[in-house]
């Protein structure tokens, strides 16, 4: 009882320092907001700045983003692969039967929200979302299958493969930009010569194959956890 | 919100961090101090207001975009590394058989 | 020739997306190939930029540097890279065998070379987090690359704490952008200088430092760190306890760096921490006696005395001594468990008192142990002497902190007398197993440390660009200090640690549990926020 009051003072100290500490921050806050508005979209082609700042300004940090996944993708595989030693594990098989109710509004929903899904990845220069967001929504989507369809198989070194395969591609297209501007990780097309709708080619490229490959790697989650649990 | 709100967050997560002897709930709270952090960058990027930033025609006040891009970044982390942490844990249940810290930590190494 | 550190990156990651797709046993092949390529690109960077690295300033798509992503290298990473290069060199020779069997492996082991080598040049805050969070994925799945219970475990528990501590990494980084308008290392750097006493920039360094403290298993925050090390594949341990821990103690310099002009007095306060790390971690690994377990806390205590060196940012003798040691560290870690790797793959035994008669049945691999444990106990002639001498030289007139580097060194002698038990005895029959390999690995860590032991001064003005000619190992003292600190060290051993006391018993017994960690994690804030925010 007497740690649990301890550690209530001691978050309230934190807290009390954080107030104090806003109260600085007003003085001297600052963000880099009127730089984006002023040069944001000439110099990247796209509207969304937050798609600019995430496929241009700071492409090096979606590549590792995207790299993250990747790793994740793997390490989850490698480690929810069955060996003799697990004494415990008990394989339960899904007793419960989805609702027929569910299933129907599932087959309904299901390509409302795969076109929603392509629509967030494709739009992303223009309108809120992008690659990762997108991709999230189309693997949802693909997640509904399995509500509708319980026992349905998927090969996931496939998934795995494609997905890695899409990660260089991602890698090549990134870095094309050394041969026109003579530098890493930006558009290819030069903003100081090319016009705006040739710059979103490059945006829309490479927004479609982050988001697939978002997609492709949450699902090969989704179906580890899956095996897990049968 | 006011930053102020959402630092509360942060430190229920903390609370929760240090109390809690449930894996999963551990992992929770972790994802509590994550979502507090996430809160605070985008409240912080729009304190002074500003419409979205997306920019059709002149716009003269819009939030800071690069919280928001970073934040994109963070969820994604969080999101792999949660789920990293939650396969670990059925791993750990399947060898343990329960997913109480005190009962996983006790038990010596090489059993 | 200017995007080298660019291509230093991506070509350990391209190597491993190629191992993992094409699942061939050529492809291993193709993991020494990346390693080859690496070794050119970095002495090819090195004798372009060496002397000025003012020129090494990268910002990605040529924008602004105040919004891109930019690269900089100096002496600090420029050697840190290279003793990446040679510790990943020495992991793949060594489990290039086991190998053959396991593309998996190569492909997270390659990857994390790719994302440690980024780590060390980045200049972008949040770039930093991105990397340190990657770092902490793939540590995990290595940890738990075994797939035992204890691995699993071990992993769970260093993923979520260390996702704890990274959370506050990024809180920091928070009130560094809104403070300053940017993310930008050196940006940040030279704007501090007009706000030194704000409230806002002390509690962010707090938070960078209970990151930094977590990350590098300074006491009270290590309980992730003997879970960890004493678990993985050796292998994987010597890459972990040598090279990766020290990847927060690059963070501590980076970050004080960059804090440098904020009037923040942290060397006292950093300098007792190391003391205590030292002295705790030698505590926890008398009394343990499993062999990995051992060799972990011994990592903690040799991380306290780095940190009593790294302390002093601004007392270039004691800082090169710190920096030094990270090195010497690396070399005689990475041996030590490598060898006990070998030992204990024959023995089929972690236990210290259960291993008898190495030096008959494994002559070639004890010959390496030796001399490890000879560079670990600071012996003259091997390399752990001439860092921790630099650091002894910086204190010896401060009577309490001499004492205190002199028990940790009484306590590491007689740890590792503890250990050269496993050398004596009858020969006795294992597994025979040949490994031209996995020897060739340990021979070229024992040279290298012997090579630094004896030609420090050429190498670390050369190198590191700075002159240690002051360090003399041929005097009697140094010769005395050593056998005093073993004569001491065997009697407190014959007396004390071998008879398996109670209080002994009771530390070995000792397991943090895991709100213990998190609650002092929390108190760690509080008494950091108390020594730079309200003193």
Redesign the interface.
Same mark, same amino acid.
């Given at each position: 009882m007497i740690?649990?009051v301890i550690?209530?003072a001691?978050?309230l100290?934190? +807290?009390a320092?954080? %107030? !104090?500490?806003?109260q600085?921050?007003e003085q001297? +806050?600052? %963000?880099?907001?009127d +730089?984006?508005?002023e040069f944001? !979209?000439d110099?990247t082609g796209s &509207?969304?700045?937050?798609t600019?700042?995430?496929l241009? +300004?700071?492409?090096?940090?979606?590549l590792?983003?995207a790299?993250?996944?990747l790793?994740?993708v793997?390490?989850?595989i490698?480690?929810?692969?069955h060996?003799i030693?697990?004494?415990?594990?008990r394989f339960m098989l899904d007793k419960f039967k989805t609702p027929d109710l569910f299933v129907t509004f599932s087959r309904l929903v299901y390509p409302l929200m795969l076109a929603f899904g392509f629509y967030i990845i494709i739009n992303g220069h223009?309108?809120?979302g992008?690659g990762?967001?997108g991709g999230a929504i189309v693997a949802t989507a693909i997640l509904i299958l399995y509500y509708i369809d319980a026992d349905k198989e998927t090969n996931i070194g496939m998934i795995v %493969?494609v997905e890695?395969?899409l990660?260089?591609t991602i890698?090549i297209i990134a870095s094309l930009?050394?041969f026109t501007?003579?530098?890493?990780? %930006? &558009?290819v097309f030069p903003y100081e010569t090319s016009s705006t709708s040739t710059q979103v080619i490059y945006l829309v490229t490479l927004n479609i194959l982050i988001g697939f490959k !978002?997609a492709l790697g949450l699902w090969a989650?989704f179906t580890?956890?899956l095996k897990?649990g049968r | 919100m006011d930053p102020m709100l959402t630092f509360l967050v942060i430190l229920i997560g903390m609370y929760g961090l240090s109390t809690s002897k449930n894996i999963i709930k551990s992992v929770f709270s972790v994802t509590i101090i994550e979502s507090g952090v996430i809160l605070l960058f985008l409240n912080l990027g729009n304190w002074q207001g500003g419409s979205i930033p997306i920019i059709n025609g002149a716009a003269d006040l819009i939030a800071d975009p690069l919280p928001q891009a970073l934040m994109i970044t963070t969820i994604v982390i969080g999101s792999t590394v949660t789920a990293l942490a939650l396969m670990l844990c059925i791993k750990v249940f399947h060898h343990y058989g329960t997913v109480e810290w005190r009962e996983i930590l006790r038990r010596g190494e090489g059993k | 020739m200017h995007f080298i550190p660019v291509y230093l990156i991506f070509v350990p990651v391209l190597a491993a997306l190629f191992i993992y797709v094409f699942k061939s046993r050529h492809m291993n092949w193709l993991a020494l190939a990346a390693q080859a390529v690496l070794t050119v690109l970095l002495v090819l960077y090195y004798r372009e930029f060496s002397g000025q690295y003012e020129n090494t300033l990268i910002v990605f798509g040529g924008w602004n540097d105040r919004i891109g992503i930019s690269l900089v290298n100096d002496e600090i990473s420029m050697s840190f890279m290279f003793l990446t290069v040679f510790s990943w060199w020495m992991v793949l020779i060594y489990t290039f065998e086991q190998g053959k069997t396991n593309h998996n492996f190569l492909f997270f082991l390659m990857f994390l070379e790719g994302v440690f080598l980024a780590l060390l040049q980045t200049n972008d805050l949040f770039n930093m987090f991105v990397f340190i969070e990657l770092l902490s994925i793939l540590v995990a799945v290595l940890i738990a690359f075994k797939k035992t219970g204890d691995a699993f475990r071990a992993g769970l528990y260093y993923l979520v704490i260390s996702k704890a501590a990274m959370m506050m990494f990024l809180l920091s980084i928070i009130l560094v952008y809104n403070s300053f308008g940017t993310i930008n290392i050196l940006l940040v750097r030279e704007a501090m200088q007009s706000t030194d006493s704000l409230t806002v920039v002390r509690l962010s360094y707090v938070l960078f430092m209970v990151a930094v403290m977590v990350k590098s298993a300074f006491v009270p925050l290590y309980s992730w760190l003997p879970r960890a090390h004493g678990v993985a594949e050796s292998g994987i341990s010597a890459l972990l306890s040598g090279l990766v821990v020290k990847g927060g103690l690059y963070l501590f310099i980076r970050l004080n760096q960059m804090y440098e002009y904020a009037n923040l007095n942290y060397a006292d306060f950093f300098y007792w921490i190391g003391a205590l790390t030292a002295v705790v971690g030698v505590m926890f690994a008398l009394s343990q006696k499993d062999m990995k377990q051992i060799l972990a806390y011994h990592t903690i205590s040799q991380i306290g005395i780095v940190m009593m060196g790294l302390s002093k940012l601004h007392d270039p003798d004691m800082f090169i001594g710190g920096f030094l040691h990270i090195f010497n560290h690396a070399l005689f870690k990475s041996l030590l468990f490598l060898g006990a790797g070998v030992i204990i793959s024959a023995y089929r035994t972690k236990k210290v008192t259960d291993i008898r008669g190495v030096m008959r049945t494994m002559p070639f691999v004890s010959v390496f142990m030796i001399i490890g444990m000879l560079s670990i106990t600071g012996a003259p002639f091997f390399n752990g002497f001439i860092s921790k001498s630099i650091i002894k030289y910086g204190i010896v007139d401060s009577g309490i902190r001499y004492w205190i580097l002199f028990v940790v060194n009484i306590g590491t002698a007689t740890s590792f007398i503890k250990m050269s038990q496993i050398f004596f005895g009858p020969k006795t029959m294992t597994i025979r197993i040949r490994k031209p390999l996995k020897n060739f690995a340990l021979m070229s860590l024992a040279f290298a440390c012997v090579m630094l032991g004896n030609f420090y001064i050429p190498i670390s003005e050369g190198f590191f660009g700075f002159r240690v000619q002051y360090i003399d190992i041929g005097t009697w003292a140094n010769f005395f200090d050593y056998f005093l600190a073993l004569t001491i060290g065997y009697v407190f051993y014959r007396f004390v640690i071998a008879p398996d006391p109670v209080p002994v018993r009771y530390i070995r017994e000792h397991k943090m549990t895991f709100q213990q960690a998190n609650y002092l994690f929390v108190v760690m804030i509080v008494v950091l926020l108390t020594v730079f925010v309200w003193w």
């Open positions: 740690k649990h550690l209530i001691m978050l100290a934190i +807290y320092v954080f %107030t !104090v500490s806003l600085d921050l001297i +806050y600052q %963000t880099s907001a +730089y984006f508005r944001g !979209v110099q &509207n969304n700045l937050v600019a700042i995430l241009d +300004y700071r492409l090096f940090d979606s590792f983003e790299g993250i996944l790793i994740a793997s390490g989850i490698w480690i929810s692969k060996d030693e697990e004494k415990n594990a223009v309108s809120p992008g990762f967001q %493969t890695k395969f990660y260089l890698l930009s050394i501007r003579g530098t890493f990780f %930006t &558009n !978002v989650i580890a956890f897990e | - | -």
